[in-house]
């Protein structure tokens, strides 16, 4: 079955470029994740949606990145007047509400500022 | 805020030789714990998962990890690995709320 798809897989912006990055969850997910993953680094999270609701956004490094799942479904994380220390993986994960609690990663978006 | 250790950035290894990764976190209340792996040009995939139960757990591709409670750990091993567990692999608490706090990960090399 269809896993996790984001687009796009690679991004570069020059810095001070709005940017606006994709994520298709497993179909039926009610729980949405996004995280950002430093070159060496582990995946640090982002913000968390149920359903259209953001949940926690407690990890949006700055106001300048806003995220949105308003039909419950696809999300997009928009990173506005990027900088160089916005360059990193993007990855999204989606789960079901259930007591196993898998989250299942999608490729992820490199961005790369310059 | 809960905060995950893993001790080794990179470990190289021959074929049938014995892996230890260790992990550990700092939250002293119910945690959910994971081992994730990111085989090379792949995207990150659940190994195995501790949720509650028997300490030690089984994952896929003959991974096991031990939960020891006083210790704060959660290492992950393997008696015997090949040359298709080159991968990074990385450890991740579920602790308050529903979001995954990752360690740093751990690049494993398996010469063969």
């Known amino acids: 079955g269809a896993g996790v798809s984001q687009s796009p897989r690679y991004k570069v912006a020059k810095r001070g470029q709005d940017v606006a990055l994709r994520c298709d969850p497993i179909s039926g997910h009610v729980s949405l994740f996004w995280y950002q993953q430093a070159l060496g680094q582990g995946p640090e999270f982002l913000t968390y949606f149920q359903n259209e609701a953001q949940l926690d956004k407690s990890g949006l490094p700055s106001d300048r990145f806003f995220a949105e799942r308003p039909e419950g479904s696809v999300s997009t994380l928009k990173i506005q007047r990027t900088q160089q220390e916005d360059s990193a993986v993007y990855l999204c994960?989606?789960?079901?509400?259930?007591?196993?609690?898998?989250?299942?990663f999608g490729p992820g978006t490199r961005l790369t500022v310059t | 805020a809960q905060s995950v250790s893993q001790h080794n950035h990179h470990v190289i290894l021959s074929e049938a030789a014995s892996l230890e990764l260790g992990c550990n976190y700092s939250?002293?209340?119910?945690?959910?714990l994971f081992w994730y792996v990111q085989y090379p040009g792949q995207h990150l995939q659940l190994l195995l998962k501790y949720f509650s139960g028997d300490p030690l757990v089984k994952g896929i591709k003959g991974f096991e990890a031990e939960f020891i409670k006083s210790k704060f750990s959660f290492n992950l091993r393997k008696p015997s690995v090949q040359w298709s567990d080159t991968a990074e692999y990385f450890c991740?608490?579920?602790?308050?709320?529903?979001?995954?706090?990752f360690g740093g990960g751990t690049r494993v090399l398996v010469k063969p």
């Open positions: 991740a608490v579920k602790a308050a709320g529903n979001k995954l706090t």
């Open positions: 939250y002293g209340g119910t945690v959910n």
């Open positions: 994960a989606s789960s079901t509400r259930t007591a196993t609690y898998e989250q299942y």
